[in-house]
C-alpha cells in the first residue's frame, strides 16, 4: 500500500516564480518552451483563482498546475473562450503518490459552476481521460499553432454538443 498523500494544496500565486520554473524544468525536457501549448498561450497570464501548489510534508514544491484564458475561433470569426490547464508537474521522486490527481481536483473544484468554460489540455488521455473525463473526440476539427499529436488533444466540458467542430485554438485577446 502506498503512504497516505503528504502534500498540501495552496493557490500558486503563494509561490515565488522562481521556484515554479525550477520545478517545471526537472518535470518536462529543457525544450519545454518550444512546445506548441506555450503557443496557444502566449501573451497571458496563468489565473490565479486556478491554479495551485502542493507542498510536501516540509513545505518544498512538490508540484504546480497552471490554468490559462484561451479561445477557440470558429469559421465566423467568433472567439469562444476556454480554458487551457497545464503544464500538470509534480517532481519526478514523488510522481505516483496521487498529487497530480489532488492538483487537477483542486482546479476542477474551483471553476465556477453557474458559467463552467470548456477546460483544453494536450495531456495523455490514459491519465486525463480515464481519472477526469477530458476526451480528443471533440478536439479533431480544431487547428493549433504548431505541431501537437490529435489524440492528445484533450477537451471536458458540461455539454460537448455547444462545441465548435472547427476552429483555431490560440490566446484570449481582450
Ligand atoms: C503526469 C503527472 C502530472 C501525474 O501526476 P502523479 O502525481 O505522478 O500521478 P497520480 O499519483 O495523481 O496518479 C497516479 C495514477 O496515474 C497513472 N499515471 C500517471 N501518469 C500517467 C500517464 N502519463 N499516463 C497514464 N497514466 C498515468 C499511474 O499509473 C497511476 O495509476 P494507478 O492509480 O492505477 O496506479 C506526473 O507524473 C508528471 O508530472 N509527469 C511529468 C510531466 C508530464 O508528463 N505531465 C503531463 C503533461 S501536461
Redesign the pocket.
Known amino acids: 500500500m502506498r503512504a497516505a498523500l503528504m502534500a498540501t494544496i495552496v493557490p500558486l500565486a503563494d509561490i515565488d516564480p522562481a521556484l515554479i520554473e525550477q520545478l517545471l524544468d526537472r518535470?518536462?525536457e529543457p525544450e519545454r518552451r518550444q512546445r506548441t501549448a506555450y503557443k496557444i498561450r502566449e501573451g497571458t497570464d496563468w489565473l490565479p483563482g486556478l491554479s495551485f501548489a502542493a507542498l510536501d510534508d516540509e513545505d518544498y514544491l512538490a508540484?504546480t498546475i497552471q490554468t490559462w484564458p484561451v479561445a477557440l475561433t470558429d469559421a465566423d470569426g467568433r472567439a469562444h473562450p476556454m480554458l487551457m490547464v497545464?503544464?500538470?508537474?509534480?517532481v519526478p521522486e514523488?510522481?505516483?503518490?496521487?498529487?497530480?490527481?489532488?492538483l487537477m481536483v483542486a482546479m476542477l473544484s474551483a471553476l465556477d459552476p453557474r458559467a463552467s468554460l470548456p477546460q483544453v489540455?494536450?495531456?495523455?488521455p490514459?491519465?486525463y481521460g480515464?481519472?477526469f473525463g477530458f476526451s480528443a473526440e471533440p478536439t479533431q476539427g480544431w487547428l493549433l499553432p504548431g505541431p501537437y499529436d490529435p489524440r492528445r488533444l484533450l477537451v471536458r466540458c458540461d455539454n460537448p454538443s455547444v462545441l465548435p467542430r472547427e476552429g483555431v485554438l490560440g490566446p484570449w485577446r481582450k
Do not use: H, L, N, T
Not at 94 to 99: A, K, S
Not at 121 to 124: F, H, Q, R
Open positions: 518535470a518536462f508540484g497545464g503544464p500538470v508537474a509534480v514523488m510522481q505516483g503518490e496521487g498529487i497530480g490527481k489532488a489540455m494536450i495531456g495523455d490514459e491519465y480515464r481519472f
